[in-house]
């Protein structure tokens, strides 16, 4: 069984900044894309940057400039960098990732519990 477990969130002054990182656990055959999405209560679950197996990386643009991801796969993690943090980015931010478990199986959506970010003075 493939988890993943968000950490790093709490709450920051605006202009502050956050690591998240996400764990993963359990086998996963190959990865097409890891990324954070984030969602706030009455709203869509959206999408705040992506990472593809290769390296590619692809922001939204209200955090373009301001977030980075990375990951390690050596120790099967990925991060979210937050810099430059504004109100507007408080939400519960949640890792994903797009793979396969074996080549009897298609690629499916796997997803972290979610860590609170809160951006407030």
């Known amino acids: 069984q493939v988890q993943l477990v968000e950490s790093g969130g709490g709450l920051v002054q605006p202009g502050g900044s956050l690591r998240l990182s996400c764990a993963r656990s359990?086998?996963?055959?190959?990865?097409?894309?890891m990324g954070w999405y984030r969602q706030t209560p009455g709203k869509e679950r959206e999408l705040v940057a992506t990472?593809?197996?290769?390296?590619?990386?692809n922001y939204a643009d209200s955090v373009k400039g301001r977030f980075t991801i990375s990951r390690d796969s050596a120790k099967n993690t990925m991060y979210l960098q937050m810099n430059s943090l504004k109100p507007e980015d408080t939400a519960v931010y949640y890792c994903?990732?797009?793979?396969?478990?074996?080549?009897?199986?298609?690629?499916?959506?796997?997803w972290g519990q979610g860590t609170q970010v809160t951006v407030s003075s």
């Open positions: 994903n990732v797009h793979g396969r478990r074996s080549w009897s199986t298609r690629s499916l959506d796997y």
């Open positions: 359990g086998s996963i055959l190959s990865i097409n894309t």
């Open positions: 990472i593809t197996s290769g390296g590619s990386t």
